[in-house]
């Protein structure tokens, strides 16, 4: 005979991990089952402290839940921002190449819509992955209810050695203080493109695509103090 059980109280868009045991009678119990997890709904807004390290998804899945992506790249293979992984572990990734620098098209990964926006802090970890020559910078801004982009903030993150970043939003004036912080590939491109290869899945993260990637990892935002 199956037994359910309803969980109440569950936040959105949360990952949690769940055990069971049997009570056979009094002061008897069996071992605990394996450990499972399961992850909510989206709901209306993200609750914070939120937290992401990308490990709960798999190599090529598009980002992770409760978040949407923009590409309008015409290159066929370019389907980036997705989800990669190495021997270190996984990663939110973007890519531009030699065809998206003659046309470029913005890449934008949008997290779940948050309330309070102007008293949050957001703190990443993300690294440039380009060789001589080569340059590429991400932005941090908020959609509004409008789907109007406001930039936050411009960086500039360091080749192949994640750095951590800090951005605050107290600059934010969008309409009820709610919105979408997003990360969206810098709109400009500087290298020698005789040397550019391909951004495809069968190149990522190998260091030598000859192509500009950025990785993302350990997203965590807290709000500010």
Wanted: charged letters at 20%; one cysteine or more; hydrophobic letters at 35%.
């Amino acid at each position: 005979e199956s037994i359910s059980m309803e969980l109440t109280g569950l936040l959105p868009n949360t990952l949690y991990y769940v055990q069971v045991r049997a009570k056979a009678g009094e002061g008897e119990y069996s071992e605990w089952s394996q450990m499972n997890m399961f992850r909510t709904g989206c709901g209306e807004y993200q609750p914070v402290p939120y937290y992401e390290d990308f490990e709960s998804y798999s190599y090529g899945d598009e980002v992770p839940q409760c978040w949407e992506k923009i590409n309008e790249s015409t290159y066929e293979y370019n389907d980036f921002p997705y989800i990669t992984s190495d021997d270190n572990g996984n990663y939110l990734v973007f890519c531009m190449n030699r065809r998206d620098y003659f046309d470029y098209q913005p890449q934008t990964a949008i997290l779940p819509k948050m309330e309070n926006i102007s008293n949050l802090q957001l703190r990443f970890d993300a690294k440039d992955d380009y060789q001589s020559g080569y340059a590429g910078h991400i932005i941090v801004g908020v959609i509004d209810d409008d789907e109007v982009f406001h930039q936050i903030v411009d960086l500039d993150p360091e080749n192949y050695v994640f750095s951590s970043h800090i951005v605050t939003f107290e600059d934010y004036n969008g309409a009820g203080n709610t919105g979408k912080i997003a990360f969206r590939l810098g709109d400009y491109f500087y290298a020698p493109l005789a040397n550019m290869g391909r951004c495809t899945r069968q190149y990522v993260p190998h260091s030598r695509c000859f192509a500009f990637f950025l990785f993302f990892h350990t997203i965590i935002f807290i709000p500010r103090i």
